[in-house]
């Protein structure tokens, strides 16, 4: 049948076309993941039925065929010479009918949850498809890729997500205009050392494997933006990995990296490394060269077992987002508001923090939008909490606040703020000067009904949840 979905957005279309599985924070999304073949169909354009594709041949560009338990697709597919997406996901899939040579336009098609598929003989038929760019085999038990995949040799996206794959052949290397390469879930535990052959690829997502090493021709990945290696074991990186010059995105979380000085001096010599991810790899100190780090906007240091945070830190002054969460950090350095570019920080669930320290280095963050205090014991907010006027979010969640002080209202920006697993009983009455505020989480605190009815009179525009 054909699919009236003309209320979507399109940006919305975009993203429900696109399966990938960088979504966790702190993990690299690509700008081209929002550009796609489909921004060109019309909603009125998508079908789910064969037979009602057939009817109109010519004016069909999207097909989704998923769910269908088709063991087998009719070679009459062939007549939508016009298709540009094809979804084939959740099949009994065997083989693919050679008619599909016909489908000149297609540039995306997707056989996830296929694993009865000859993928030999799929490749041998996708071969001749001269438009094909985005091929997706993700949940398909694939444990040997077939060498076929080079026939392929216009893919510039190819994701092989959750699969059983313990390697990969060297043929792989032979398509030269591979952009996207997404590994993320197999068994890999190492990467062929043509990889570097693959000149332009620019994002390469190996999360959740086995690799503890990587061969020393990656450094050759001279187009390389994006890297993801995180909950794999590696313990270190090749010292040519500095010729990485266009990598920006680096995640390296749940990895037992040993040797944290040598890393960073080497991380130090990619000029345009802007996000850098080391969460949950059970550190307990961080060296001080991570100042040499000094183009860093993002970074992420959360789930550790960090007590304290060099003072080196503070030499990262193009810092937008710093992530300390979940660790055991007691103070913060007192040149911290040198971090004058600071947008985000998240302290949250520090429960040795010793918030009233902090405060001096908090206050001179002027430009800071988000901040997370969150499970951190903090007891009172009284006139000494800093007055960030650009802040918007404020997370104060999982203390033992019983109130907040009026001078909170200073801060006339704030759009959200969580106080919930409290013991607030009563707030100031000054929050309706915070005319931006849209949302109040008050849940799990022993407000009175009376003090409920009184917030709701004061914040009649607020949304409170209780």
């Known amino acids: 049948m054909k699919k009236q979905i003309r209320k979507q957005p399109l940006v919305l279309l975009v993203i429900l076309c696109l399966s990938y599985p960088f979504l966790s924070k702190g993990q690299p999304t690509s ?6 073949s489909i921004s060109s169909i019309s909603s009125n354009d998508f079908y789910t039925s ?3 594709a057939l009817k109109e041949p010519n004016e069909v560009f999207y097909l989704d065929l998923s769910n269908q338990n088709l063991e087998s697709l009719s070679p009459k597919i062939g007549n939508l010479i016009n298709l540009i997406i094809l979804k084939l996901n959740k099949n009994q899939l065997i083989q693919l009918p050679q008619e599909l040579h016909n489908l000149e336009n297609l540039e995306n098609i997707e056989l996830d949850y296929n694993p009865y598929l000859d993928f030999a003989q799929a490749f041998s038929v996708l071969k001749s498809l001269p438009k094909l760019k985005k091929l997706s085999l ?11 995949i080079a026939l392929i040799s216009r893919l510039s996206s190819l994701n092989l997500y959750m699969n059983n794959l313990q390697g990969l052949p060297e043929e792989l290397t032979k398509l030269q205009n591979l952009e996207e390469l997404y590994l993320q879930s197999n068994q890999l535990e190492h990467l062929p050392n043509s990889i570097g052959q693959l000149k332009n690829l620019e994002l390469i997502d190996l999360f959740f494997n086995r690799i503890r090493e990587l061969p020393e ?3 050759n990945l001279e187009t390389l933006r994006m890297l993801n290696l995180g909950h794999n074991a590696v313990t270190n990186l090749p010292l040519n990995f500095s010729q990485l010059n266009q990598l920006q995105y680096l995640y390296l979380g749940m990895n037992p990296i040993i040797d944290y000085k040598e890393t960073f001096e080497i991380l130090s010599k990619l000029p345009q490394l802007k996000i850098l991810n080391l969460a949950n790899n059970d550190m307990h100190k961080i060296s001080s060269s991570i100042g040499l780090l000094d183009n860093l906007q993002e970074l992420y240091l959360d789930r550790n077992s960090l007590k304290e945070i060099p003072v080196e830190i503070c030499k990262l002054e193009k810092l937008r987002v710093l992530s300390l969460a979940n660790n055991l950090i007691k103070n913060l350095p007192d040149d911290f508001g040198r971090l004058i570019r600071l947008q985000k920080l998240d302290l949250g669930h520090n429960p040795y923090l010793h918030v009233e320290k902090i405060i001096l280095p908090l206050s001179e963050l002027m430009h800071l939008v988000d901040l997370d205090l969150s499970a951190t014991r903090l007891q009172v907010i009284d006139d000494n909490f800093p007055k960030l006027r650009f802040l918007k979010y404020l997370n104060l969640s999982q203390n033992g606040l019983k109130g907040i002080n009026s001078k909170i209202a200073q801060m006339t920006e704030l759009r959200k703020i969580n106080l919930s697993q409290n ?3 009563l707030l100031p009455p000054e929050l309706s000067n915070c005319t931006f505020l849209e949302e109040i989480n008050l849940q799990n605190n022993p407000l009175s009904e009376a003090a409920k009815t009184q917030l709701s009179s004061w914040l009649q525009k607020v949304s409170i949840s209780y």
């Open 138 to 148: 993700t949940n398909n038990q694939i444990s040997e890729l077939p060498a076929e």
């Open 423 to 425: 013991m607030i009983n």
């Open 217 to 219: 021709s990656f450094a």
């Open 31 to 36: 700008d081209k993941f929002l550009k796609s």
């Open 50 to 52: 064969l037979e009602e």
